[in-house]
């Protein structure tokens, strides 16, 4: 139940701390940077024996899509992903939402739409 994120100030460095981490069981790794680096230190890592199917598991770009700007914006995109994975939730689902109108608001749930009055 450990969970690893990689945020460090280099390549090099995120590519090592990332070697260290992957295949060692953790439920969570995570490495923040842009799409380009995230498929520089992939290809890296592949070039030195780690395995595809281990790289398919680190979670990069960190964080959910939800438009983050400033640090703190994405260190909580970064939290809902964890929790989304704590939770079972598939991240690239995690954002879905269903609306019901009008005065009722649709929630998705596992066990299906809950509605809920909305007060206006």
């Known amino acids: 139940n450990s969970y690893a994120i ?3 100030r280099g390549h090099r460095s995120d590519g090592d701390a990332l070697a260290a981490t992957v295949g060692k069981g953790l439920r969570f790794v995570g490495l923040l940077g842009s799409k380009p ?3 520089h ?3 890296a890592l592949r070039e030195n024996g780690v395995s595809t199917e281990e790289l398919a598991k680190v979670h990069a770009p960190l964080g959910l899509e ?4 400033t640090p703190e914006e ?4 970064i939290l809902a992903e964890m929790v989304a994975v704590r939770r079972g939730i598939d991240p690239s689902k995690a954002t879905s939402r269903s609306m019901q109108l009008p005065g009722r608001l649709g929630i998705t749930s596992p066990s299906g739409v809950l509605p ?5």
């Open 6 to 8: 990689i945020v460090t």
């Open 37 to 39: 680096k995230v498929v």
């Open 41 to 43: 230190i992939f290809s």
């Open 66 to 69: 939800i438009g983050a700007q």
């Open 74 to 77: 994405i260190a909580v995109s």
């Open 116 to 120: 809920l009055d909305v007060k206006r």
